[in-house]
DNA sequence: GTATTTCCTATCGGTAAACCATGATATAAT
DNA sequence: ATTATATCATGGTTTACCGATAGGAAATAC
């Protein structure tokens, strides 16, 4: 299950996505128009930001966009960033792969390969839904394919 | 990512399919086999037996064994029973549905359009691969299909 | 009736999730 | 410059769950 963390951080990036152009949109106005805790957003905009996903200013005038294309942006991105690994195994994650604390031989776990093949399509998923995808399809249909 | 528990589970299972017959094994020596903490394993073949995926006999010659045949259990029911809903997002759960706390409205959330589809790549591949296909694929090939 | 083995309840330490409070720092308008 | 406005940074709180263990009750075989 993905964190409420992930949750609010889609949701936010959603709205930069429908934004078109490069308005700056406050933290507080994000979160109210999505009823989000106001603080957590903000460290979670932080932390959006420390990952290259979206750019800020701050004082007077501030606030957040999209540093990227929308196209760009997907959802895959956004959950490793948050929750981490998309893998139920950390033993079959790609990005952040880890060997299992008690594995005898990877290579003939029956576990590991049904893992393998649900990471796998996950990640599919997640992958090749970008931000833009999701509002396109939002509005009815999808007039984007990636 | 699986839990702990969930994992034991898998592995504990695994080792009854293999088990040909109805013979009974001791938790002792699934710990034992698997290197899996004896109380801890305890506890989860108790619950596996309260969900009907094993039985079980006590006292001496007492042990457990598969309450079904290995073709009828699926990856999909032990990590339900284990770890709860497969989907990324409770409004998306089949088998555990629950609405978002915060969710205007559930039939237009683009988020949950995604996770919708996540869900149903995670249910086709762990509902789709029983104990059986498992131990038959780790043998080199996977004999059954189902 | 005694040894064995599962069943049941309770507990515990550690860790992470979800926030909140406070203040520092950068920016723009006055 | 000063002030109002935002983001940035740090640290704490509360709650809940995860992984695991302890101790004993209940059932079964010999």
């Not at 649900?118 to 009815?140: F, K, P």
Request: glycine letters at 8%; hydrophobic letters at 40%.
């Amino acid at each position: 299950m993905l964190s409420q963390k992930c949750k609010y951080a889609l949701q936010a990036l959603l709205i930069l996505a429908r934004q078109a152009g490069d308005e700056l949109l406050l933290v507080s106005d994000i979160a109210e128009r999505e009823n989000l805790p106001k603080k957590f957003l903000e460290a979670i905009l932080l932390e959006l930001n420390r990952n290259g996903l979206v750019r800020s200013r701050r004082g007077r005038g501030g606030g957040y966009a999209l540093a990227k294309p929308a196209d760009l942006i997907t959802f895959g991105q956004v959950v490793r960033i948050m929750d981490g690994p998309l893998a139920p195994l950390s033993c079959v994650s790609v990005n952040y792969y880890r060997k299992c604390d008690d594995c005898r031989d990877e290579l003939t776990c029956e576990i590991r390969k049904v893992m393998r093949r649900v990471r796998d399509a996950v990640a599919h998923e997640l992958d090749g839904t970008s931000l833009a995808q999701a509002v396109a399809e939002g509005r009815g249909r999808a007039l984007l394919e990636g």
